[in-house]
């Protein structure tokens, strides 16, 4: 069975709490997410609006993302998608990153 993409859209966000609403809008189906990290990382776990058995987020213009949102958190948040996925200790979430 294929995966689910979602796509975001690195233009349209500046902060944290902007991401976490179209992260919210893009992914989530009767949740929100406020942009607590933690949340995000429960949130990857499914159960939260993800679908089953995981699915595929394409990054576009992650470097856009990288410099408005700033290296730190831009890493971070991309790490802990990672986590999430092929090679990460929560790779059975099955969640798949994709930078474009």
Same mark, same amino acid.
Not at 24 to 37: E, F, I, P
Not at 54 to 61: I, R
């Given at each position: 069975m294929e995966k689910i993409h979602y796509t975001i859209d690195g233009k349209a966000f500046s902060t944290i709490e902007e991401f976490a609403k179209y992260f919210?809008?893009?992914? /989530?189906?009767?949740?929100?997410?406020?942009?607590? /990290?933690d949340a995000f990382n429960d949130i990857l776990r499914g159960g939260f609006g993800t679908p089953d058995g995981?699915?595929? /987020?394409?990054?576009?213009?992650h470097i856009t993302s990288r410099h408005r949102l700033g290296v730190d958190l831009f890493d971070t948040l991309i790490e802990i998608i990672r986590d999430h996925g092929p090679g990460g200790s929560e790779?059975?979430?099955g969640v798949e990153l994709v930078l474009a």
């Open positions: 919210s809008a893009t992914v /989530l189906r009767d949740h929100t997410w406020r942009g607590n /990290l995981g699915f595929v /987020l394409v990054w576009q213009d790779a059975e979430d």
